[in-house]
């Protein structure tokens, strides 16, 4: 058996994830807050503004990330700006936005 070349690297079949930067998921947040183009979709012909049911949940993750009251690391669900169980979310109580 031949010995193991030394310039060899590592190269899993699954490409590792990158590591969860809290960041940058602020920015990309801050971005749907800010960006037009990230407030409504075209739907049967009509455009629907799907944003505005969100502002409140999409606030409320940028500052549960800044306060580092989350850390990405679990799933944290948001329903009409508040931080709520999972159970809680899907009550039909608002809008559910879930990090």
Do not use: C
């Not at 070349?5 to 190269?11: E, K, R, W, Y």
């Not at 490409?15 to 800010?34: C, D, G, H």
């Not at 999409?58 to 850390?71: L, P, S």
């Amino acid at each position: 058996m031949e010995p193991i070349p030394p310039n060899i690297t590592f190269s899993p079949a699954i490409p590792l994830p990158s590591p969860f930067v809290p960041a940058t998921r602020i920015k990309e947040l801050r971005q749907y807050l800010s960006d037009e183009k990230h407030h409504s979709i075209q739907l049967a012909g009509q455009q629907v503004n799907f944003a505005a049911g969100q502002q409140a949940n999409i606030a409320a993750a940028i500052k549960a990330y800044e306060e580092g009251v989350i850390d990405g690391s679990a799933r944290t669900y948001f329903v009409n700006g508040k931080i709520v169980s999972k159970g809680e979310a899907y009550k039909g109580y608002g809008h559910v936005w879930i990090e």
